[in-house]
């Protein structure tokens, strides 16, 4: 096969069908041609962007974002519908101007070759074992923190800087049984030494008596850190699935990818009492056509597009697909419900004269953009080398540890309970909140302002920034309890679903990321990070200033935005108790359709998931390998 993507089919039948040449996709195409005998076609509705500087150099991450690379999905208005009774006769429906005050909410999404991991901001995050281990208390025996921390170990290798910049850094947390050492994509620290603020986050979690407790890549971790990114530390460009798992088996000859294929059905044939995936309707160039699956179809599209695509092959809630006119093949209602995500705000800061940060960067000023190019190109260094966030922290609500605080939370917990489907998964969040030892937040620092009052058409939080410069401290909810949807808007592929992720629809939410909000004023305020803050320097918006939990409230609905996390909305449970694939990852109903995204996920868990997606992909692999007696010769 050619070394790179091609644009036709070269056959019209293979072993393996995966819908999907994004993070999981490509990571589960790689583990299948080990196997010299099994033929894999890789369908991807996006171009190969291997070369593209915007995808390559880690600090242009944000141009990727509202361009050909992204679905550019966006929410529906996020409010909170109530029933009311009126006159204690009939109920009305009544909208109130809750959730995120009726803002829409974008959603990028990769839509490339190596999919969102192609255009994330890198930071490299990783779980919880309570997070993880939920799923198996979901009846998931098979998918706890002892069966998956191997895979996040097997995926990745992380490289650790010079003596120096360890120290800086304040690395010693690093545990050699939990770094991964030989795994295709590379992550490495994009701090250094001539950088106070990064030494200065980590210092300031001392002296808040919240040092990290231990390698967050054990799962046993809380307090602050500096994180690495998914970033090659030789040539300081992004590593993702792309690059990782598909350029250096590009060329085997059972592999192949095809590049803007876009799959509207998968064929299903009922057969007894199962229903069997014989193949994908594909249009390539403006020409639908079938291509037959010998063995499965892995759908791999993403936890909004993989759902969309349950549906339009007609398994999903009966009433919804009749009102689309789409035959009801395995009628399941969970398809697409169980929609979770992280919501993340922040405060920005006014820093110092002489405090470098990225706003000039951010700002697209020339001289600043054309100094750090001829760093970047020339020496690879520089802020071009920088992703997202290289300072993180997984906390839980400091306010709530204290005595009366406990009282507090237990009250709060209380008033708002779960019944239902909901209420393990409810339960089981409420114990990780309850831990002093779980973060409930995540808390994280980002080396430039933000702008979280910009129009809703504005593609990016930093949009029309103001001038000066400013380091901003973030607040992310690490297990909400909202649950929201995503399902077909019309039989028509081409059109985007519908995403009602329903934020702060639980009391919850609200009431838990605010209190973490409040504690961005505490960072603020310690040594050593309050010594490079102007004391009464600008802020990012008048009302950045959360001196109470009301405001703190206000300030979070008005302002949060997504993480860009969706995943649950093909949950990996017993049908009966939402779940839309079995432990080995079948749709249920099916023999031979498996989903392998991050849709999979029951529970999710705290921080980025872009480590999970990667861990779930490759485990994905192994059960199809051992499920199908496939062989590895590589």
């Given at each position: 096969?050619?070394?790179?993507?091609?644009?036709?089919l070269?056959?019209?039948?293979?072993?393996?069908?995966?819908?999907?040449?994004?993070?999981?996709?490509?990571?589960?195409?790689a583990?299948?041609?080990?196997?010299?005998?099994?033929?894999?076609?890789?369908?991807?509705?996006?171009?190969?962007?291997?070369?593209?500087?915007?995808?390559?150099?880690?600090?242009m991450?944000?141009?990727?974002?509202?361009?050909?690379?992204?679905?550019?999905?966006?929410?529906?208005?996020?409010?909170?519908?109530?029933?009311?009774?009126?006159?204690?006769?009939?109920?009305?429906?009544?909208?109130?101007?809750?959730?995120?005050?009726?803002?829409?909410?974008?959603?990028p999404?990769g839509?490339?070759?190596?999919?969102?991991?192609?255009?994330?901001?890198?930071?490299?995050?990783?779980?919880?074992?309570?997070?993880?281990?939920?799923?198996?208390?979901?009846?998931?025996?098979?998918?706890?923190?002892?069966?998956?921390?191997?895979?996040?170990?097997?995926?990745?290798?992380?490289?650790?800087?010079?003596?120096?910049?360890?120290?800086?850094?304040?690395?010693?947390?690093?545990?050699?049984?939990?770094?991964?050492?030989?795994?295709?994509?590379?992550?490495?620290?994009?701090?250094?030494?001539?950088?106070?603020?990064?030494?200065?986050?980590?210092?300031?979690?001392?002296?808040?008596?919240?040092?990290?407790?231990?390698?967050?890549?054990?799962?046993?971790?809380?307090?602050?850190?500096?994180?690495?990114?998914?970033?090659?530390?030789?040539?300081?460009t992004?590593?993702?699935?792309?690059?990782?798992?598909?350029?250096?088996?590009?060329?085997?000859?059972?592999?192949?990818?095809?590049?803007?294929?876009?799959?509207?059905?998968?064929?299903?044939?009922?057969?007894?009492?199962?229903?069997?995936?014989r193949?994908?309707?594909?249009?390539?160039?403006?020409?639908?056509?079938?291509?037959?699956?010998?063995t499965?179809?892995?759908?791999?599209?993403?936890?909004?597009?993989?759902?969309?695509?349950?549906?339009?092959?007609?398994?999903?809630?009966?009433?919804?697909?009749?009102?689309?006119?789409?035959?009801?093949?395995?009628?399941?209602?969970?398809?697409?419900?169980?929609?979770?995500?992280?919501?993340?705000?922040?405060?920005?800061?006014?820093?110092?004269?002489?405090?470098?940060?990225?706003?000039d960067?951010?700002?697209?000023?020339?001289?600043?953009?054309?100094?750090?190019?001829?760093?970047?190109?020339?020496?690879?260094?520089?802020?071009?080398?920088?992703?997202g966030?290289?300072?993180?922290?997984?906390?839980?609500?400091?306010?709530?540890?204290?005595?009366?605080?406990?009282?507090?939370?237990?009250?709060?917990?209380d008033?708002?309970?779960?019944?239902?489907?909901?209420?393990?998964?409810?339960?089981?969040?409420?114990?990780?909140?309850?831990?002093?030892?779980?973060g409930?937040?995540?808390?994280?620092?980002?080396?430039?302002?933000?702008?979280?009052?910009?129009?809703?058409?504005?593609?990016?939080?930093?949009?029309?920034?103001?001038?000066?410069?400013?380091?901003?401290?973030?607040?992310?909810?690490?297990?909400?309890?909202?649950?929201?949807?995503?399902?077909?808007?019309?039989?028509?592929?081409?059109?985007?679903?519908?995403?009602?992720?329903?934020?702060?629809?639980?009391?919850?939410?609200?009431?838990?990321?605010?209190?973490?909000?409040?504690?961005?004023?505490?960072?603020?305020?310690?040594?050593?990070?309050?010594?490079?803050?102007?004391?009464?320097?600008?802020?990012?918006?008048?009302?950045?200033?959360?001196?109470?939990?009301?405001?703190?409230?206000?300030?979070?609905?008005?302002?949060?935005?997504?993480?860009?996390?969706?995943?649950?909305?093909?949950?990996?449970?017993?049908?009966?108790?939402?779940?839309?694939?079995?432990?080995?990852?079948?749709?249920?109903?099916?023999?031979?359709?498996?989903?392998?995204?991050?849709?999979?996920?029951?529970?999710?868990?705290?921080?980025?998931?872009?480590?999970?997606?990667?861990?779930?992909?490759?485990?994905?692999?192994?059960?199809?390998?051992?499920?199908?007696q496939?062989?590895?010769?590589?």
């Open positions: 096969m050619a070394a790179s993507p091609s644009s036709t070269p056959a019209s039948e293979y072993d393996f069908i995966v819908v999907g040449g994004g993070t999981s996709g490509l990571v589960v195409a583990r299948l041609t080990e196997d010299p005998n099994v033929q894999v076609l890789v369908l991807e509705a996006g171009q190969d962007h291997l070369a593209d500087p915007r995808v390559n150099i880690p600090a991450w944000a141009a990727a974002l509202g361009s050909e690379l992204d679905w550019q999905f966006v929410t529906t208005p996020q409010v909170i519908q109530l029933l009311k009774l009126r006159s204690g006769v009939s109920l009305t429906r009544l909208q109130l101007q809750d959730g995120l005050k009726g803002r829409t909410v974008r959603h999404q839509r490339a070759l190596g999919g969102s991991s192609a255009i994330n901001n890198q930071a490299y995050i990783a779980p919880s074992e309570a997070g993880i281990n939920a799923w198996a208390k979901l009846g998931n025996p098979h998918w706890d923190w002892s069966t998956l921390a191997p895979y996040y170990r097997k995926f990745h290798t992380l490289t650790l800087p010079d003596k120096e910049t360890q120290d800086h850094l304040g690395l010693d947390w690093v545990d050699e049984q939990v770094r991964g050492t030989s795994g295709p994509v590379q992550a490495s620290f994009a701090g250094v030494v001539q950088d106070p603020l990064a030494k200065a986050w980590v210092d300031t979690f001392k002296s808040l008596d919240y040092g990290v407790t231990g390698d967050p890549y054990s799962g046993k971790s809380i307090g602050g850190y500096s994180n690495p990114s998914t970033v090659d530390p030789t040539t300081k992004r590593s993702y699935a792309a690059s990782a798992y598909y350029a250096p088996v590009r060329k085997r000859t059972n592999l192949h990818v095809v590049a803007g294929a876009l799959v509207s059905k998968i064929l299903l044939d009922k057969e007894g009492d199962g229903v069997t995936a193949g994908v309707l594909v249009t390539l160039q403006d020409n639908a056509q079938e291509i037959k699956a010998r499965e179809v892995v759908l791999a599209a993403g936890a909004f597009q993989s759902p969309k695509l349950l549906e339009l092959s007609g398994i999903g809630d009966s009433s919804l697909l009749e009102s689309h006119g789409i035959p009801v093949i395995i009628s399941n209602p969970n398809v697409g419900e169980n929609l979770q995500d992280h919501l993340m705000t922040g405060i920005s800061y006014e820093v110092k004269e002489g405090v470098f940060t990225g706003d960067l951010m700002r697209q000023e020339p001289e600043a953009i054309q100094g750090a190019m001829q760093m970047y190109t020339e020496h690879k260094v520089g802020p071009f080398c920088v992703g966030i290289g300072s993180h922290a997984f906390m839980p609500i400091v306010d709530f540890l204290t005595d009366d605080g406990k009282k507090e939370l237990q009250l709060l917990l008033k708002h309970t779960a019944s239902g489907k909901e209420e393990v998964q409810h339960d089981l969040i409420r114990s990780i909140v309850e831990s002093a030892d779980e409930s937040g995540a808390l994280f620092m980002f080396l430039a302002q933000v702008n979280l009052h910009a129009s809703p058409d504005a593609k990016d939080f930093v949009q029309n920034l103001q001038p000066g410069s400013f380091l901003s401290l973030g607040a992310t909810q690490a297990h909400p309890f909202s649950r929201g949807s995503v399902h077909i808007s019309s039989a028509d592929a081409t059109k985007a679903p519908t995403i009602d992720p329903r934020y702060f629809s639980h009391p919850l939410d609200v009431e838990i990321l605010s209190r973490h909000v409040q504690v961005l004023e505490k960072i603020a305020e310690t040594e050593p990070l309050a010594s490079f803050l102007k004391p009464d320097g600008r802020r990012n918006h008048p009302t950045a200033y959360v001196k109470d939990l009301e405001a703190a409230k206000d300030y979070a609905q008005s302002t949060v935005f997504s993480n860009y996390h969706p995943s649950g909305t093909g949950a990996m449970m017993a049908r009966e108790h939402g779940g839309v694939v079995n432990e080995r990852l079948v749709v249920h109903g099916t023999t031979n359709l498996r989903v392998v995204d991050s849709s999979i996920i029951p529970l999710i868990p705290r921080g980025n998931i872009q480590s999970t997606v990667y861990a779930v992909a490759e485990r994905a692999a192994d059960i199809i390998k051992e499920d199908r496939l062989t590895s010769q590589v």
